[in-house]
């Protein structure tokens, strides 16, 4: 769906750079972006015990966490300057245990509204070498000007 | 609502803090259990910028996993001997910044079927000693025997 | 909750009452509004064969057509004149067989912001005078001028 | 994602297509099923004034109740025989006015699992020729025997 999508700030990339970066929660969680393009985000993360639920796959947490970020970061590359995102709401179905050494989230913008924006999140988990989705996930996500 | 659950396992607080000190998600955020009863259980953790998103605000990943164990545990807090708790899916709203000193996420048991429990969980930021519910989630969780 | 809330037009209940009225899809469910305060709204509906499926229970399609209507109509009783209520989201637990002859559902506002609302809705199934909650939603609205 | 799916039952479609002639609530709506294969259902309806909101296109319960059957019946068709579908919950955003002449939900099966399958759905509404999606669906359906 992403083909179509045109950036409305040419300096896209560097403000959603700048933002993921700003993140305490992506460092602390060793998430990186590993895919941007307009309408698109991936972020990736590599499995540590202090991101583990109780039988040591990567918890529901992380998992939402990352989405959550990937399609921010989606809807933010289609906005104007001087703008921010915030997610309103999203709902994930955890469909597979994350068991893993890489976990990786692509979210895409599925509408991009004046106020809201949707997307859809897709989560895999990939081990040895072998890729599963483990989650999907759909979120809102509001524009607000940059105070 | 909880007033009514009567736990399935005799041993069920045991059961349910031995399974919370398991996550190594939950150690890393600093999270520990509050309260604890039968189909009640409120998690909370306290501010640190590895925590935060782009604004210094709790994360909003922090924030749907700190109520995605909370609602988990409450479910677990009615499961009998032998059985372990797996998130289905959950739906969060962040209603209000996650502005604050402590977060605090306290899960209910909605309905406590045979195999799916339904939680609502609501999420407060605690800042100068003044609560703020910041987020709302529904949550659906099954219930699976033991390996 | 919606103890705190007050309306932002004197007008409201008549404003409500006359959008409700102008939803074909309401009347043909038979549905009413039953209760109406600041901040809350019940909707309900009788049984008939055309509201089933497939085991003569109400079709999930109902419940949460009700619970919607419900939600949204709680919400526009804080909405100032001249706007409107437009459902953006809104994720339903179906939690219990919609078995009976009345089914009512009961939104709550939580959170009434600028721009965008947030409900939640039970919704109970009555049965030889009898009431089971059998669906719970969360919901998110967005408040927009009247065209 | 569909293709790779195999029925269990070879009796599937015949299944599927007495369960939705049960449901009154679809024919009430007007609805019938367009597509269906391993894994897939489309279900389209025709807009009348009685399935209106308060500006007169379709109202938000009959999208959901519309993508609700899809979905459930995406998910019926790789079922065993004397098996059954429930939804467990939904979450539905609605995305553009449904504004036109016909509504049409597409679900699709994402996972199959044992006991609980998670589908999206899309929803189109066509006027004049041109569709455009009007709602996106995850919903999570369990197989039940059958009474």
């Known amino acids: 769906m992403s083909t179509d999508f045109v ?12 933002s993921f970066a ?9 998430a990186t972006i590993e895919q941007l393009a307009p309408g698109v985000c991936a972020v990736v993360t590599a ?18 966490a990352i989405a959550d970020s ?8 289609l906005f104007p300057p001087d703008s ?11 469909i597979a245990p994350a068991h893993g050494e890489v976990l990786r989230a692509r979210g895409e913008v599925v ?15 990939v081990r040895a070498g072998a890729s ?10 509001m524009r607000v000007a940059v105070r």
């Open 84 to 94: 921010d995102v915030l997610t309103v709401e999203f709902k994930i179905n955890l």
């Open 70 to 77: 990937a399609g921010g970061y989606a809807a933010m590359t």
């Open 22 to 30: 700003r993140q305490g929660a992506m460092a602390q969680l060793g």
């Open 111 to 125: 509408r991009n509204g004046r106020t809201l924006t949707i997307c859809r999140v897709d989560v895999e988990v």
């Open 47 to 64: 499995y540590r015990p202090e991101l583990s639920q109780q039988h040591g796959f990567f918890h529901a947490g992380v998992t939402s």
């Open 132 to 141: 599963t989705v483990c989650a999907v996930m759909q979120q809102t996500l």
């Open 7 to 18: 950036p409305a700030d040419p300096a896209w990339e560097e403000r959603v750079r700048a």
